[in-house]
């Protein structure tokens, strides 16, 4: 893997034949690596009982509850990222972070991401303590083993998947993206399975932005088109095959809990990394699920600083995040995961 020198790199991996993880830090100085255990041995059972009460946490977030419901649900989102950081990151890791200093730059993580939701992060230690969660801070994405992120995001023909029953926002959406994209393609939106499969099979090289629902259960992830569901397992050819490594396109996957993973055969399966082995140059989900107003601000607050404002992929999303940013206890913001290199800019035209 190539480390971005003006950033700051953690790598995390898992030994399956012992149970432990192994996080290792990477900044100005090469730490040795941190051998862990989670408590639980598995840190997934925790992760699901945090995306139930951010789940409960955005659906109550709606603005009529009050001033003082807002303030507790912002407090406990606070306290849910620094118990996170206390209980899922090796002391040494910590102080080897503070460290580091202002001269943080971007944090990108490389590995296992179906264990701790990185981007819900909060450091405290003491005195020691930053502005806020660690994806509000500084440009945060992951990176996954055997793929290799694009430089440049092409955004020229682009497609948009609205099946039917999406959220009533989405033709909103897929109206503002283009808008800031500047394309004058105005052709429908696809709505089948057999339209995006063709598409995704003979190498599509533009932006694919699903604006949809997404179902997420122990099976995995599902999405209900006109006419079949898709689910990852159907991208299992273009991923074997890397369809879209001649392209490598951005894929934005506005929809509930987008980003979540299951275990498959020693192995995870999720829209993330099938969508990355079949070539794309970055991927953006959600961790949980989200509020269909907030997920549309975000998108459009995305898009603006990526291609208007020619920000970089992770300074894009790090100003998107600070875009929505509010004191109702919307956890929104925090759900998006950033797959690609934080350097990534877009071409236009």
Not at 180 to 187: H, L, M, P, Q, R
Not at 279 to 284: M, N, P, Y
Request: one cysteine or more.
């Amino acid at each position: 893997m190539a480390f971005d020198p003006e950033g700051t790199t953690l790598l995390v991996d898992r030994d399956d034949t012992v149970g432990t993880y192994s996080f290792r830090l990477v900044g100005r100085t090469w730490h040795e690596a941190e051998i862990f255990r989670f408590r639980d041995r598995e840190p997934h059972q925790a992760g699901e009982r945090i995306y139930e009460e951010l789940r409960a946490m955005a659906r109550s977030a709606n603005g009529r509850d009050g001033k003082q419901a807002a303030q507790l649900r912002y407090q406990r989102l606070e306290n849910l990222g620094v118990q996170l950081w206390q209980s899922a990151v090796p002391q040494a890791v910590q102080r080897q972070f503070w460290d580091q200093g202002p001269r943080l730059g971007s944090f990108t993580v490389i590995g296992e991401h179906d264990a701790v939701p990185w981007e819900l992060l909060y450091p405290v230690n003491g005195r020691e303590r930053g502005d806020g969660f660690l994806s509000e801070q500084v440009p945060l994405v992951r990176l996954v083993y055997d793929h290799v992120p694009a430089r440049r995001l092409s955004l020229n023909r682009p497609a948009f998947i609205v099946p039917p029953g999406s959220p009533p926002d989405a033709l909103s959406e897929v109206a503002a993206v283009r808008a800031c994209i500047g394309t004058a393609d105005t052709s429908a939106p696809l709505t089948t399975l057999q339209q995006l499969s063709a598409l995704i099979d003979l190498g599509h090289t533009g932006l694919l932005h699903f604006a949809c629902h997404n179902s997420f259960t122990d099976k995995g992830s599902s999405v209900t088109m006109a006419d079949a569901p898709f689910d990852p397992i159907d991208l299992s050819k273009a991923a074997e095959s890397g369809s879209l490594r001649d392209g490598q396109p951005l894929v934005f996957f506005n929809a509930c809990r987008s980003a979540g993973e299951i275990p498959w055969f020693g192995s995870t399966l999720g829209w993330a990394p099938q969508f990355l082995r079949a070539g794309a140059g970055a991927f953006v989900g959600t961790l949980w699920p989200v509020r269909s107003d907030s997920a549309l601000a975000f998108a459009k607050a995305f898009y603006r600083h990526l291609v208007i404002d020619q920000q970089p992929l992770g300074e894009a999303s790090l100003a998107a995040r600070r875009a929505i940013r509010e004191e109702s206890g919307d956890p929104t913001r925090l759900a998006y995961a950033v797959y690609g290199s934080p350097s990534a800019r877009t071409t236009v035209g």
